[in-house]
């Protein structure tokens, strides 16, 4: 038994686009990178965001985990990697989009997505690890996300 479950379909499809026997087929698949390398969009996150926000403004904060997490990742993209925030800074931003401003600061440090240091607010640099319930909160295209965020220039640079 396959441990990627479409792995013959995609093996299938191979020989119908290449003329290939299954065994060629399937070796050139294998050979190839894998395909979680492949960045999806993950929808549930999206629908998730469309359902809690009106254009700009958060309706609620979500109580379930997975919802909440992609949430907060769109919010997120209200900052800039590289950039530091005093925490006044951070609430303005977040008060733009809920009034629960403590809350969504606090999500945000303990997802790790936001860095906290001496009253100073950094987003982070790297992927957080995550242990694997956490992992299921999270958006699955998290390091897209992640990467898709605006860097900070200072002016003139």
């Given at each position: 038994?396959?441990?990627d479950a479409d792995?013959?379909?995609?093996?299938?499809?191979?020989?119908?686009?290449?003329?290939?026997n299954y065994t060629?087929?399937?070796?050139?698949?294998?050979?190839?990178?894998?395909?979680?390398?492949?960045?999806?969009?993950?929808?549930?996150?999206?629908?998730?965001?469309?359902?809690?926000?009106?254009?700009?403004?958060?309706?609620?904060?979500?109580?379930?985990?997975?919802?909440?997490?992609?949430?907060?990742?769109?919010?997120?993209?209200?900052?800039?990697?590289?950039?530091?925030?005093?925490?006044?800074?951070?609430?303005?931003?977040?008060?733009?989009?809920?009034?629960?401003?403590?809350?969504?600061?606090?999500?945000?440090?303990?997802?790790?997505?936001?860095?906290?240091?001496?009253?100073?607010?950094?987003?982070?640099?790297?992927?957080?690890?995550?242990?694997?319930?956490?992992?299921?909160?999270?958006?699955?295209?998290?390091?897209?996300?992640?990467?898709a965020l605006p860097?900070?220039?200072?002016?003139?640079?």
């Amino acid at each position: 038994m396959t441990t990627d479950a479409d792995l013959k379909a995609r093996v299938r499809e191979r020989m119908t686009r290449t003329g290939e026997n299954y065994t060629t087929a399937r070796a050139a698949l294998l050979a190839s990178p894998p395909r979680a390398l492949v960045v999806e969009t993950d929808l549930a996150a999206d629908r998730a965001v469309a359902s809690f926000f009106d254009g700009d403004r958060l309706r609620s904060i979500p109580t379930r985990r997975r919802p909440r997490a992609a949430v907060l990742m769109h919010l997120l993209r209200r900052f800039e990697r590289g950039r530091e925030y005093a925490e006044r800074e951070v609430n303005a931003i977040l008060a733009t989009a809920h009034e629960d401003v403590a809350s969504l600061r606090r999500e945000l440090v303990d997802y790790r997505w936001l860095n906290r240091a001496d009253g100073v607010y950094r987003v982070t640099d790297a992927v957080p690890e995550r242990f694997p319930n956490e992992a299921q909160e999270v958006p699955t295209d998290e390091v897209a996300r992640l990467a898709a965020l605006p860097r900070w220039t200072p002016h003139g640079g």
